[in-house]
């Protein structure tokens, strides 16, 4: 793991970011995370600093967890920029739309491949995110070229307030682990955006 960062540090950094947000100081979205920080550190356990990590509009724990000082990270939060948080000198980035990073760590993975680079590439997307053509064209040609990538599907249940289960009419998906892909479960305590008091998305 690149940090020695706990669970309890985790939930620290978002609580600071809320108290903030729901103060006022903070004038953009913010998209918390919360009730994945066992999963999410288990997953950092094999994750080194010449890998790759693209995520989505809630990355605050990425970043942390991908060697992003607090405070560098909390300056471009309350300056707007949480949404699409990236640092390329620590190989993370996100994005604000929906599927944005995906095929983009597709490309980044092909690069390492061809030209024998060291690192893998992981891939963060929701359980939405991975309901969607992109997502499944990536995974399958990443499958199917062996690229060194895993994508990891955080599963909340919902797209911002919709019930993903619902809208495709399957039950809830077990945990999972297959060829290049990662699926956990979690619940989170906070709204889709925002801290749940001053505005909520």
């Given at each position: ?12 950094f978002e609580l600071d970011i809320a108290s903030e947000f729901d103060s006022g100081n903070i004038k953009a979205p ?172």
């Amino acid at each position: 793991m690149i940090t020695s960062l706990a669970e309890e540090d985790l939930l620290n950094f978002e609580l600071d970011i809320a108290s903030e947000f729901d103060s006022g100081n903070i004038k953009a979205p913010v998209h918390l995370h919360n009730g994945n920080e066992t999963q999410i550190l288990e997953v950092f356990k094999d994750i080194r600093e010449e890998d790759w990590v693209f995520s989505t509009w809630r990355s605050h724990y990425h970043c942390l967890l991908k060697g992003v000082p607090v405070v560098k990270l909390k300056k471009a939060i309350m300056d707007h920029r949480s949404i699409g948080l990236c640092f390329p000198e620590y190989k993370i980035y996100s994005s604000g739309i929906v599927t944005g990073s995906i095929p983009t760590s597709v490309g980044v993975a092909m690069n390492i491949k061809r030209l024998g680079k060291k690192g893998m590439v992981y891939c963060f997307v929701g359980d939405m995110g991975a309901e969607t053509g992109s997502f499944h064209e990536s995974y399958n040609y990443s499958v199917r070229h062996d690229l060194p990538i895993m994508f990891i599907i955080e599963d909340n249940g919902v797209s911002v307030c919709t019930d993903t289960n619902k809208t495709w009419n399957k039950e809830h998906s077990p945990p999972l682990i297959k060829n290049k892909m990662i699926r956990y479960i979690y619940k989170s305590k906070w709204p889709h955006a925002g801290a749940g008091s001053r505005v909520q998305f």
